[in-house]
């Protein structure tokens, strides 16, 4: 395996997309470029970028394409992308964007945009099951067949589910995600640029299948 690899991410919220970014940054020792983290950071720091994020990140919205654009630009110029690559996961989300990578990354084109695709049902199931200790913070994903559902195994906290993750709200993001996404698929499909890789399975088997699309996608 060769270090080194600039690659985009897209995927539906829940398809293991996180898991997979923390996965193949290590194996290709590249940064994990997350624009959504990029944006939070921003907002806890109170910089000027995160107060005008902050409300249309609570609504849902998107950042507007100007500011993303600059984000992005600025984190690439840096010697750790210059040199090594990254994943990119969060961005681009509208063709905008997309055009202004290209232009950015003229020099070093990305190798490949990833679709990493869980069908709907799945990932609304998934998330669905997530659950949280609101005392200790522990995860569990609810089988349903737990005796005590909501109580902490390991603090005997309250178990709860965030209020983000009921089917209702996990719809609503996914009816925009797959809106924002559609044309995006579009632009980077009919260029003939865009991998689709089956999500569904163990996460083991999901990487594999990753790298063995990266790593053809570096050989052309
Ligand atoms: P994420 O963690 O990727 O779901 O991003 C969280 C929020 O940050 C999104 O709902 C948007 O409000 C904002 N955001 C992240 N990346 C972008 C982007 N490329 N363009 C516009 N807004 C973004």
New binding site residues.
């Given amino acids: 395996m060769i270090p080194g690899a600039r690659l985009i991410i897209l995927g539906r ?1 829940g398809a293991g997309k996180g898991t997979q970014c923390v996965r193949l940054s290590r194996h290709y020792v590249v940064p994990h470029i ?4 990029m ?2 950071a921003a907002v806890r720091e109170r910089t000027e970028v995160g107060a005008a ?1 902050r409300e ?2 609570d609504a ?6 100007e500011i ?1 654009i600059a984000i ?1 630009d600025e984190r690439l110029q840096r010697a750790d992308a210059q040199t090594r690559g990254y994943i990119l ?6 063709v905008a ?1 997309a055009e202004a990578l290209d232009k950015i990354t003229v020099d070093r084109p990305i190798h490949v945009v990833i679709d990493l695709d869980v069908p709907r049902e799945i990932v609304v199931a998934r998330i669905s099951a997530r659950r949280v200790c609101r005392d200790c913070g522990t995860n569990y994903t609810s089988t349903g067949q737990e005796r005590q559902p909501w109580i902490c195994e390991v603090c005997g906290g309250d178990v709860m589910q965030r209020d983000d993750d009921t089917p209702d709200a996990v719809n609503r993001r996914l009816d925009l995600y797959e809106s924002q996404t559609a044309p995006l698929i579009e632009f980077y499909g009919t260029q003939g640029r865009l991998e689709v890789i089956d999500g569904v399975g163990h996460p083991d088997e999901v990487f594999r299948r990753l790298t063995t699309a990266i790593d053809q996608s570096r050989a052309l």
């Fill in positions: 919220q997350s624009t959504g983290d944006l939070r994020a249309v990140m849902g919205s998107l950042v507007g394409d993303m992005v996961d969060g961005f681009p989300r509208t964007q």
